[in-house]
């Protein structure tokens, strides 16, 4: 099945600060969402985005379909940031369930 | 909008224990799933359901069953427990399954002893 990977596994920054984190994937998708699971364990949905570009106000994300990647922007961070961000696609080739990456530990320190 | 429900939110129970998970969705949603989520990972889906009497496996189904005897309701059973079932288990749904993203509960954290 599809191979869906994440990065940094772990990420550790002062408020304020910038961050990406990347999401790659083996095969082609004609879906991609990014979620963020909170310290209390609830998941939202960011974004639906199997191509291009959204963004929502300190949140963008960026999927780049041809070269199977995807990046999702946080600026000017926020203790509230912190979590887990995970990446979930679905394959154009496989069984049409989403497949979710191991995701991205972002930690903001005040 | 209470969108989507877990009850219960936490249980505890032994090895060989059956019980039932209910999930509840009030969007009118076709497609409902259940998934599992283990420390470090991302989430494995277990079974799913694309419509009212339905259902269908995912990537882990053993020890589990599933119903969706009303469009509203996706129910999940363990029918005899186990300490690897031990997990958070997340349920979701959506209008369709390609078009639109996954709205997910909160979430219920089962202990097998």
């Known amino acids: 099945g599809i191979q869906v990977e994440q990065s940094p596994p772990d990420l550790i920054l002062q408020e304020g600060a910038n961050s990406t984190l990347r999401c790659n994937f083996s095969d082609s998708v004609n879906n991609l969402q990014w979620f963020h699971q909170n310290p209390w364990g609830q998941l939202i949905n960011l974004f639906y985005i199997p191509s291009g570009t959204k963004q929502n106000g300190r949140l963008s994300a960026t999927t780049v379909a041809t070269e199977r990647y995807s990046l999702l922007y946080i600026s000017s961070s926020q203790t509230t940031d912190s979590g887990v961000y995970f990446c979930?696609?679905?394959?154009?080739?496989?069984?049409?369930?989403?497949?979710f990456g191991t995701g991205t530990r972002l930690t903001i320190i005040p | 909008n209470a969108g989507v429900t877990q009850t219960p939110k936490f249980r505890v129970l032994k090895t060989g224990q059956s019980m039932t998970l209910l999930c509840a969705q009030d969007?009118?949603?076709?497609?409902m799933y259940w998934y599992r989520q283990d420390p470090g990972m991302g989430l494995r889906l277990i079974h799913y359901s694309v419509g009212e009497g339905t259902t269908a496996k995912g990537e882990v189904p053993d020890g589990y069953n599933v119903s969706r005897l009303k469009k509203q309701n996706f129910l999940l059973g363990l029918e005899s427990a186990a300490p690897s079932q031990t997990s958070v288990y997340f349920c979701?749904?959506?209008?369709?399954?390609?078009?639109?993203?996954?709205?997910f509960g909160d979430g219920t954290r089962l202990s097998i002893l």
């Open positions: 979701a749904s959506s209008y369709t399954r390609l078009d639109q993203p996954q709205h």
């Open positions: 969007m009118n949603h076709e497609y």
């Open positions: 979930a696609v679905i394959s154009n080739f496989g069984n049409e369930k989403l497949t």
